[in-house]
């Protein structure tokens, strides 16, 4: 079964960084290098939006964090990254992680003003 698992994830100051983590282990190295995986993040009361996808050609990003996000993979270790830099409280929120219909638990983010 494929799993994905975040990490990364915690308090930090407005104008401060971040680095979330998805692993996936029990996923074959060919089908982690197919398709696209994402971030999506959710906050109470709100649906759960894009954040930024990679494969093994493109990126894509959310309007909200071009310029400050960058989502990067780690092929060998079957992970991929998605640095948070100059975070807003409007980033706060649960990061989950996802390829095709599988779903992470989620890593919690919290920016304080």
């Known amino acids: 079964q494929v799993q994905l698992v975040e990490s990364g994830g915690g308090v930090v100051q407005a104008g401060g960084s971040l680095r979330l983590s998805c692993a996936a282990p029990?996923?074959?190295?060919?089908?982690?290098?197919?398709?696209?995986t994402n971030w999506y993040r959710q906050t109470p009361g709100r649906q759960r939006e894009f954040v930024a996808s990679?494969?093994?050609?493109?990126?894509n990003y959310a309007d909200s964090v071009k310029g400050r996000f960058t989502i990067s993979r780690d092929n060998n270790k079957k992970i991929i990254y998605l640095q948070m830099k100059d975070l807003k409280p409007e980033d706060t929120g649960v990061y989950y992680c996802?390829?095709?219909?599988?779903w992470g638990q989620g890593t919690q983010v919290t920016v304080s003003s």
């Open positions: 990679s494969s093994t050609r493109t990126t």
């Open positions: 029990r996923i074959i190295l060919s089908t982690f290098n197919t398709g696209v």
């Open positions: 996802n390829k095709n219909s599988v």
